[in-house]
């Protein structure tokens, strides 16, 4: 029988209670086990991916993750370095915290860590009922591997946000032409623009100069006129060519309709460059945003009849808080949580 610390939401010991590996349904509202995640990155590069054992729960599919359920007694740290040797045979003293939070659905508090190692490449060692093969894979590989093949979506976002081949980039007059370029792509295929801190309004009723003031004018929180709110908004733009991929708008606070509609964030990602994962990545860009300026809890809607934008808030982790008509856009909306 396996015993596991209880934690609180705070990620606290919570003295006199234990719980017992096989009965998490039973656990209480507020209490979690910790779980712990490894990320092994090769000083070449590459990644250590994974190949769950076809008779485990998601069968064959490949991790970019070694780790487990912490035993009683064990410390987040303890909890990796055994997981991570015992799952590879890979021994590490350090490694380094990526994110901790807690997952309510399976009454979880992850921790997670990045494993840097220069181990012979050919020593990994499969666990006997747990994983059956290993690779090594470079970041561009991994970012092409389907939704199918890889379960560890969140670590496929942290190796994409640090591949270094995509930014966010405050707008400036050298991004005008890009800028107009984008937003005449969405009218060319007809497609609703969203995120674009109002470029599109402005580039039809006025200049791309006059948008630029509007969007450092919302900086200024101080002499904002309510019920406007402070936003930030950036353009997404790959490395390789400079190109405006994307279009953000995060939102520092929120009226009593962006709270009940329309949350933090909205954003696009322009037609031609969809289907290519840049909207979930973008979207963790803008939450590490987030997270700096301090909200712990990101709202973002989108269509009830849109599951590529579900999708996408659930890869960041959204958790649906409800559902409901809006009168303002005139369909099912669904508001999601995610916490930071």
């Not at 999708?311 to 303002?328: A, N, P, Q, W």
Request: charge should be negative; aromatic fraction near 10%.
């Amino acid at each position: 029988m396996e015993i596991w610390d209880a934690y609180d939401s705070e990620y606290n010991i919570i003295e006199g209670m234990t719980l017992i590996r096989g009965e998490e349904s039973s656990i209480p509202d507020g209490v979690y086990h910790l779980v712990c995640h490894v990320l092994v990155k090769h000083t070449d590069g590459t990644y250590l991916l994974m190949q769950r054992d076809p008779r485990k729960p998601y069968p064959s599919m490949w991790e970019a993750t070694a780790g487990g359920s912490a035993l009683k007694g064990e410390s987040p740290i303890e909890c990796a370095i055994r997981e991570l040797r015992e799952e590879t045979g890979i021994a590490a003293t350090k490694l380094e915290e990526i994110r901790r939070f807690v997952w309510d659905p399976t009454r979880s508090f992850y921790v997670e860590y990045l494993c840097i190692t220069d181990c012979d490449k050919d020593s990994v060692v499969l666990q006997e009922g747990e994983t059956v093969a290993y690779k090594w894979a470079t970041a561009d590989e991994i970012l092409l591997m389907k939704s199918d093949e890889m379960l560890s979506e969140w670590m496929r976002r942290y190796i994409s946000i640090n591949s270094g081949k995509m930014k966010l980039v405050f707008p400036s007059i050298e991004y005008k032409d890009k800028a107009i370029d984008y937003i005449n792509e969405f009218n060319e295929y007809g497609s609703d623009i969203n995120g674009s801190g109002s470029l599109d309004i402005y580039l039809k009723e006025s200049t791309y100069e006059k948008w630029l003031e509007k969007v450092i004018s919302y900086i200024d929180i101080a002499n904002l006129p309510e019920p406007k709110v402070p936003d930030l908004t950036y353009f997404y733009v790959r490395k390789e060519d400079d190109r405006i991929v994307g279009m953000i708008n995060i939102r520092l606070a929120l009226n009593d309709f962006l709270r009940n509609e329309g949350g933090h964030i909205g954003y696009s990602v322009r037609p031609t460059e969809r289907r290519k994962n840049y909207a979930t990545d973008m979207l963790a860009l803008a939450l590490k945003v987030c997270g700096r300026v301090g909200i712990k809890e990101v709202l973002v809607s989108c269509d009830k009849e849109n599951p590529a934008s579900a999708g996408v808030i659930r890869k960041c982790d959204g958790i649906l808080k409800r559902e409901f008509y809006s009168e303002t856009f005139g369909e099912t909306i669904r508001m999601y949580g995610i916490k930071i």
